[in-house]
């Protein structure tokens, strides 16, 4: 069992961190930050380089946490929260990833959430600190918090799609 948790941490972690590299530098074909502010802008987020850079941030972070099985929780909550910011951006495009869809976030999400249950295993930084087994209110802490705060996000920093004004000549101009 303890091999299955690090083998997930593993994938999961270093997936969602690479994600964050890919944002803030032109390493894993990252764009750069020029390039992860663009994604950002082109996804309608306010912030700029500061969002790209929050976002690489926590991805980065989240995820080197969540491999090494270091400090379980905390790790989750940041992995959820980034992967739900992601799941929002794609929701509209459906489940499915050859469409641009959700799939692969809702993964790494339940993957962060799973872990959080399980705890990290034996291999693993918190096992080598001897920290106690987290108890279980902060796995629901963890993923609930994650959740909200990707949620949050997602609504103070997404700007709403313009509204386009009626064609002229439309049915929306013609008398009832």
Request: proline letters at 6%; glycine letters at 16%.
């Amino acid at each position: 069992m303890d091999t299955g948790l690090l083998i997930l941490r593993l994938v999961a972690g270093l997936l969602i961190a690479g994600h964050g590299v890919q944002k803030v530098s032109f390493r894993l074909g990252g764009g750069g930050l020029a390039g992860g502010t663009e994604e950002f802008r082109h996804d309608g987020f306010r912030g700029g380089a500061l969002t790209a850079l929050a976002a690489g941030a926590g991805q980065i972070g989240s995820g080197l946490l969540l491999a090494a099985g270091a400090l379980t929780p905390l790790a989750a909550t940041g992995a959820i929260g980034v992967m739900t910011v992601a799941l929002t951006v794609k929701w509209r495009n459906g489940l499915w990833v050859q469409h641009d869809g959700y799939e692969y976030p809702l993964v790494l999400i339940a993957l962060a959430a799973a872990l959080s249950f399980t705890g990290p295993g034996r291999y693993s930084v918190d096992r080598v600190l001897d920290l106690p087994p987290w108890p279980w209110w902060s796995a629901v802490l963890a993923v609930a918090a994650g959740a909200a705060c990707g949620l949050a996000t997602r609504a103070l920093l997404h700007r709403p799609a313009p509204q386009l004004p009626p064609r002229s000549g439309s049915d929306e101009n013609r008398p009832g």
